[in-house]
C-alpha cells in the first residue's frame, strides 16, 4: 500500500492529457465523439459493475465521484482517440491493438494497482473482463464507423450526387 494514493490517481488522469496536443486537432476532432461515447458508456457500466461488486476501488479522487473516475477520464478517454487514431480503418489491427492493451491493463496494470491499495477485482474474473473489454472496444469501433458513414452521407456524399 502506498502512502500518497491521491497521488496516483492524479497521475492516472492527468498524465495521459499530456500526449493530447501529439493526436493533432484532426484526430481530436474526427476520434473525441466515440471515445466520449465508450468513456460514458463505462460510466454507465461502472453502476452495475458496484452493485454487483465486480471490482472495487479503495481510494477516490473525489468523495462523491466513482473510483473508475480518473481511469475513465485520463487514460480510458485519450486511450481510445490514440488507438482509433492509429488503428480505425483497419479493423484487424483495431482488435489486436485493443487485445494487447486489454491485456495489459488486466494483469500487469491492475496488479500494479492492487499493490498499491487503489483497486482489486471481487465478483469478476479477468477472463470476463477481457470479454467485456472486447465487446466495448467493438462498440468503439462500430460508433466511430456509424458516425463517419453518417457525416459522409450528410456530407460531402450527397453534395456530389445533387
Known amino acids: 500500500m502506498t502512502k500518497h494514493p491521491r497521488m496516483w490517481l492524479w497521475c492516472i488522469m492527468l498524465v495521459p492529457w499530456l500526449s493530447v496536443p501529439f493526436l493533432g ?17 463505462i460510466r454507465l457500466e461502472s453502476y452495475i459493475a458496484e452493485k454487483r461488486k465486480w471490482w472495487w476501488f479503495y481510494e477516490r479522487l473525489f468523495p462523491k465521484a466513482r473510483g473508475e473516475t480518473p481511469l475513465l477520464w485520463g487514460q480510458y478517454l485519450v486511450g481510445s482517440m490514440w488507438i482509433l487514431k492509429y488503428t480505425y480503418g ?4 483495431f482488435l489486436l491493438v485493443n487485445f494487447f492493451t486489454d491485456l495489459f491493463f488486466i494483469f500487469p496494470f491492475s496488479d500494479f494497482l492492487k499493490k498499491l491499495g487503489l483497486f482489486s477485482y471481487v465478483r469478476l474474473s479477468r477472463t470476463r473482463v477481457m470479454v467485456i473489454f472486447f465487446v466495448k472496444s467493438l462498440l468503439l469501433y462500430g460508433f466511430q464507423f456509424i458516425k463517419e458513414n453518417i457525416t459522409f452521407a450528410n456530407g460531402a456524399g450527397l453534395k456530389q450526387k445533387n
Open 90 to 93: 483497419h479493423f484487424l489491427k
Open 25 to 41: 486537432k484532426k484526430s481530436i476532432k474526427r476520434f473525441f465523439a466515440a471515445s466520449l461515447f465508450i468513456t460514458l458508456l
